[in-house]
């Protein structure tokens, strides 16, 4: 094989007395660019520091300035840095340690990091602005109308955008006519940088100084006699502002309207005459708790007393402490009690959650003790809120505690004093797409290194990983085997499928042992949660004559039926299609439905039991902002009987009422052609049977199941996790699967099949001349081809001994040498470090 140089590999630099600049831009590039700066401005080019950069075609960029040096490189022309963002690093230096370990362990880039880390507010882009060229004479004779209507705007307005284009002609598709006027020499294309980020500014009033006097102020009154409106909003003013107590706070123009209907006129006319004058401050968009009120401090039982001094103990011992307790043993409160150590040590604290959507009660509960502390980070935030919050935590300002989802890691702490993982067991904290493909478990024992923080591992169904680990003396375990006060873990029984069947005691997909029990709950007020891990109403639909499925235009995989909507949509690349009425390969009028989802389930059981009031909990109904705090609220305060949900409803759950929890399906979960699906199923039908009898009364879980005598279900209805973790690992290291191998995925795509088979075969061939039987494949994955890219996949298996650095340097050597190649160019090539 022969390997060609990599870009600026050869570069040969020599010392130079201006100032040069490494950046850091928002793109797959394998090496940072260097730029030269204004020694004048060297105060706004430091370390961390945003700047503006151009990069090809005139294309301005956010970059990360990562080095400052006097090296300017010889074998490119250098451009020079086009603004200065900042004046203080929004990066701190142990965050470029961690993203270059991160980028390093999962073969990605710097600017794959930067994408996933920094909000896209802090992300400025460049916009086309099209401008008229001056130098010349123009000749419009020849323009069309639409080129025409273009270039007047550009004469009235100086220049113009696209989406000012497309407002203009009411078109989508502009790009055309401003190609044709540019070819012709009569526009010019420029770019202009955009920021994002707008903070949000409110109107404040205060007393002018003159009419702070109060002998002045009585004066006013006197003079406003007839104005009898303005005179209601400057009484009100003066009550909000505090004026009676001698106090002269300042009142936001909004707290005014509310309590004087009409009151902007009023406001404005004060303002006129002097007696009121206006200010903007910044406000911020996500509030601090209340600190007034007495913290809500849970007090620990004996056995979490036990629990959390073998803890700090681990800690000690600088090892990550894996809390292993059963669902409702009270893990919590051990959490609760480990940050206000932190806190009292004025540390920060870093709390990772799966999924923050789904844990409202935890996150109205921890703001409940750390009044005025906590916050909140999280994808459905938008861009404003995000950029808030990442400069709240930079500067210190009110979040020493932050709860947030996988990508709550790359904030910048500067004084790290814990890391609590909970749920560590959960796939959600894998990032799947894009790169890099990072595991924000794994990557939160990097940061807590980095800053010297205890972490602190939560789980009642722990990873195998974890478990291993904590055998292996890795990691520290600390056990809660009881559940907390009076609580005791439901009874667990399996109901067969095929036995119901024969005994027709079927109704639709519910066994009738399982809509008795959840009738009587609901006649005594209690709630039931039914689980199904599948959203939509029908899994495919298929012509009985022909055997006909429609299928993606995108993908290669059937459509799923959406009754909400009555359509067919790609849950891959999000195509949509009309319900066919005829089989379009046969023209039969006979379409079933195959399989089920949640909302078929919530539709059926609303026309067996009419007088339940039934919601459900997947991605379709908690897409929006705040869907999942109202389902929830609804269901807390039992205004729902049944909760139907997909693996939503066994996350982050606690109630009081919930007597029986149903698995419809438990078999499916133990189909699925991948090495983790046994522990998966297990994980999650264990965590949605904690969700019943969390109090006093016990509960039951009713599993429907054609193999009742599975290890996986008998351990379930044991609540023996100990032991399906240990045969799980029998199985794994007899078959060589972590946690006793290291996995690498590597994916060829490419357009054309042929295409991405060939270069597939050629690396795979590559990698086989040294890592033999350690390769595996190649072979097209479960579905070939997403968004009209066709997929292949090599899997290496290397043992936890080996020396994994240099194996992804001859993997990196490989890929490149695959990717010089003239044939190959076009063929992308995405590495998976630990999938699955």
């Known amino acids: 094989m022969k390997s060609n140089p990599l870009p600026f590999s050869d570069v040969c630099t020599t010392m130079h007395s201006g100032l040069y600049v490494d950046v850091v831009l928002p793109l797959a590039l394998r090496h940072v660019l260097t730029y030269e700066a204004d020694p004048a401005r060297a105060e706004h080019c430091r370390t961390g520091m945003r700047v503006v950069v151009p990069l090809k075609a005139g294309k301005l960029y956010t970059g990360i300035v990562w080095k400052v040096h006097h090296e300017r490189p010889q074998h490119y022309e250098v451009k020079a840095v086009s603004d200065y963002l900042d004046t203080e690093p929004v990066i701190l230096p142990h965050m470029q340690t961690f993203w270059e370990q991160m980028a390093a362990y999962y073969l990605s880039t710097l600017g794959d990091v930067m994408t996933a880390a920094l909000p896209a507010g802090l992300k400025l882009e460049s916009k086309a602005r099209f401008t008229l060229r001056k130098e010349i004479e123009p000749d419009y004779s020849s323009l069309t109308d639409r080129e025409y209507m273009l270039v007047e705007a550009m004469e009235l307005q100086g220049g113009i955008s696209v989406e000012d284009a497309e407002k203009i002609l009411g078109l989508k598709q502009v790009r055309k006519y401003f190609k044709m006027l540019i070819d012709r020499g009569l526009v010019v294309s420029e770019h202009e940088v955009e920021e994002k980020y707008k903070p949000r500014m409110v109107k404040f009033y205060r007393l002018t100084p003159f009419y702070r006097i109060e002998e002045n102020l009585q004066k006013v009154f006197d003079q406003l006699k007839r104005a009898a409106k303005q005179t209601e909003t400057l009484t009100t003013f003066l009550i909000l502002s505090e004026h009676f107590s001698g106090e002269n706070k300042p009142v936001p123009r909004h707290k005014i309207g509310e309590l004087v209907e009409g009151s902007a006129p009023a406001i404005k006319a004060l303002v006129k005459k002097e007696i009121l004058e206006e200010f903007e401050e910044e406000e911020y968009r996500i509030q601090l708790g209340d600190a007034t009120q007495a913290p809500d401090m849970p007090e620990l039982t004996e056995l979490q007393q036990k629990a959390f001094g073998e803890i700090q103990s681990v800690f000690k011992e600088n090892k990550p402490a894996l809390l292993f307790g059963i669902t409702g043993s009270g893990k919590t409160e051990l959490y609760i009690h480990l940050i206000l150590e932190a806190l009292a040590k004025n540390k920060q604290v870093l709390y990772l959650l799966p999924e923050i959507a789904l844990t409202t009660q935890l996150i109205e509960r921890l703001k409940r003790v750390f009044q005025g502390k906590v916050g909140v980070y999280h994808s459905r935030f938008n861009e404003n809120e995000r950029v808030e919050v990442w400069n709240r935590v930079l500067n210190r300002d009110g979040f020493d505690v932050v709860l947030g989802a996988r990508s709550a890691l790359f904030l910048p702490f500067s004084d790290l004093g814990l ?7 959960e796939s959600s904290y894998k990032q799947y797409d894009p790169a890099p493909r990072y595991h924000a478990r794994d990557f939160a024992l990097v940061l807590a290194k ?35 006060g009076d609580s005791v873990l439901p009874d667990i029984e399996t109901i067969h499928l095929g036995d119901a069947r024969k005994a027709k005691e079927m109704r639709s997909h519910f066994t009738a042992a399982l809509l008795t029990q959840v009738d009587e709950a609901v006649k005594h007020g209690e709630q039931a949660i039914l689980f199904r891990n599948r959203r939509g109403f029908s899994r495919m639909l298929e012509c009985k004559d022909c055997g006909h499925v429609p299928q993606c235009k995108n993908c290669d995989i059937s459509l799923i039926y959406h009754k909400a909507i009555h359509q067919l949509r790609c849950r891959y690349c999000g195509y949509m299609a009309q319900v ?14 195959q399989g089920f989802g949640t909302e078929k389930i919530e539709e059926e059981l609303s026309l067996l039991y009419p007088n339940w009031r039934i919601s459900r909990l997947d991605i379709d109904t908690a897409n929006r902002k705040n869907a999942y705090a109202q389902i929830l609220g609804d269901f807390a305060h039992r205004q ?8 939503m409803v066994s996350k982050g759950l606690d109630f009081d009422h919930v007597s029986v929890v149903g698995v419809i399906h438990a078999d499916e979960m133990l189909s699925i052609p991948d090495f983790r699906a046994n522990e998966k199923a297990f994980q999650l039908m264990t965590q949605v049977a904690g969700r019943a009898g969390r109090r006093s009364k016990k509960g039951k879980v009713l599993l429907q199941t054609y193999k009742p005598d599975h290890y996986v279900i008998q351990r379930v209805i044991q609540h023996d996790v100990k032991g399906f973790l240990n045969e799980e690992a029998h199985l794994r290291h007899q078959f060589h699967y972590p946690p006793f191998t290291r996995l690498i995925r590597i994916t060829v795509r490419h357009g054309d099949r042929d295409y991405a088979e060939r270069a597939a075969r050629m690396l795979a061939n590559e990698l086989k001349a040294v890592f033999a039987e350690r390769v595996l494949g190649p072979e097209p994955p479960g579905v070939p081809r997403i968004r009209n890219k066709y997929l292949f996949d090599i899997l290496l298996k290397f043992d936890v001994k080996e020396n994994l650095p240099k194996a992804k340097l001859f993997i990196t050597k490989c890929t490149d040498w695959l990717q010089s190649h003239p044939l190959h160019r076009s063929v992308e090539i995405l590495f998976d470090v630990d999938p699955y």
């Open 450 to 484: 980095l800053h010297k923080a205890p972490v602190i591992l939560g789980s009642a169904t722990p990873s195998l990983e974890s478990y291993h680990n904590a055998m292996n003396k890795k990691y520290g375990m600390v056990q809660l085997p009881e559940r907390f």
């Open 580 to 593: 066919p009425t005829e089989c379009a390969a046969c023209g039969s009028k006979t379409i079933e439905m």
């Open 640 to 647: 729902t009987d049944v909760l139907v949900g997909t693996q």
């Open 419 to 425: 890391v609590i993982v909970d749920e560590e067991h």
